[in-house]
């Protein structure tokens, strides 16, 4: 059974940072194209941030970009978000899915390979 793990989320203030991970078990990630997506209340799930399989190519959503960078360790079967000057805006929660084809990767159309979540609050 595949399994994706969030962790590393919490409240932050305003202009601090986090580490998110994504941690898999049944699926090996340096086979698959893995991105972070977020959801805020009352809104849908967007793209933040994907990478390929080995890293080679790195996509991020206009809100991440200067901010966020999202990395892996195919070693530890792992795919990190590190975010920061984080804002109020930022709130939401961050989930980790993956995709055998980056090319639809920030798309998050493909049902399967997908976290529970961790929350990330900012405070002003």
């Known amino acids: 059974q595949v399994q994706l793990e969030e962790s590393g989320g919490g409240l932050v203030q305003a202009g601090g940072s986090l580490r998110l991970s994504c941690v898999a078990s049944g699926l090996s990630l340096s086979t698959v194209g893995v991105a972070w997506f977020r959801q805020a209340p009352g809104k849908g799930r967007e793209f933040v941030a994907g990478?390929?399989?080995?890293?080679?190519?790195?996509d991020y959503a206009n809100s991440a970009k200067d901010r966020f960078t999202i990395s892996r360790d195919n070693n530890k079967n792992t795919v990190y978000l590190q975010m920061n000057t984080l804002k109020p805006e930022d709130t939401a929660v961050y989930y980790c899915?993956?995709?055998?084809?980056?090319?639809?990767?920030?798309?998050?159309?493909?049902?399967?390979?997908w976290g529970q979540g961790t929350q990330v609050t900012v405070s002003s």
């Open positions: 990478i390929s399989t080995i890293g080679t190519a790195i």
């Open positions: 899915h993956a995709d055998r084809a980056f090319s639809r990767l920030r798309l998050g159309v493909s049902p399967d390979y």
